[in-house]
């Protein structure tokens, strides 16, 4: 039973550019959590994804934006980069429902902005 | 709005000792909470979990906590640690109702020596 995976494992991006992260959920899961953790912190809820729809959203800007597809796997977008967007984002999958709130984690991909 | 604070940025701690984790949290609803570890250069992974019933929980890997509803507190404790359970740990409330949204604490780094 594969775990939540994330791609691409590291990424080195310049100040104004954008980029885009995947996540594919635990197998069975409906419903798609993203968190930004910074060095030396915890991580931070960014938004969940649900039935292809932003469900949740934390205090994030909107250059932070995602988009679920119909098999479950998610996308996060973020455009016009800073360098404090450098970090560690974490990828959770759930389902929504369970009744349990236990969130499966995936590896995470560490963004570096220089 | 719901926080976490974790009282210890690092507890260094020596081999077959036992150890507390201290993790107070703040919400004005009931609330689900959690303690996940993280390895280096990895994911979170669930250690244990509180949503209602017996105030002591346990977990994986010999870890236990206890909700304490008058003190706000969610202690998590070890009765002997192992070099192998050096890491980050990381306590986490969601709101009761809300599946999706974790607030974590910032971290407590576990040094188990030799």
């Known amino acids: 039973d594969a775990g939540v995976t994330q791609s691409p494992t590291h990424l080195i991006k310049t100040r104004g550019q954008q980029v885009t992260l995947r996540c594919s959920p635990k197998?069975?899961?409906?419903?798609v959590s993203w968190y930004q953790q910074a060095l030396g912190q915890g991580p931070q809820f960014i938004f969940q994804?649900?039935?292809?729809?932003?469900?949740q959203r934390g205090n994030f800007p909107d250059r932070f934006s995602g988009h679920q597809f119909p098999n479950y796997s998610s996308e996060l977008n973020v455009n016009a980069l800073l360098l404090g967007d450098s970090a560690l984002y974490l990828c959770?999958?759930?389902?929504?429902?369970?009744?349990?709130?236990?969130?499966?984690f995936g590896p995470g991909t560490r963004l570096t902005v220089t | 709005a719901q926080s976490v604070t974790q009282l210890d940025s690092q507890v260094p701690v020596f081999e077959e000792a036992p150890v507390e984790l201290r993790c107070n949290y703040s919400?004005?609803?009931?609330?689900?909470l959690f303690w996940y570890v993280q390895y280096p250069n990895q994911g979170l992974q669930l250690l244990l979990k509180?949503?209602?019933?017996?105030?002591l929980v346990k977990g994986i890997n010999g870890f236990e906590a206890e909700f304490n509803k008058s003190q706000t507190s969610f202690h998590l404790r070890k009765p002997s640690v192992h070099i192998s359970d050096t890491a980050e740990y990381f306590c986490?409330?969601?709101?009761?109702?809300?599946?999706?949204?974790?607030?974590f604490g910032q971290g407590t780094t576990l040094q188990v020596k030799p």
């Open positions: 959770a999958s759930s389902l929504l429902g369970q009744g349990d709130y236990e969130q499966y």
């Open positions: 197998s069975g899961h409906d419903t």
């Open positions: 994804y649900y039935e292809e729809e932003e469900r």
């Open positions: 919400s004005s609803v009931s609330v689900y």
């Open positions: 509180y949503l209602s019933g017996s105030t």
């Open positions: 986490a409330v969601s709101g009761s109702g809300n599946t999706g949204k974790l607030i």
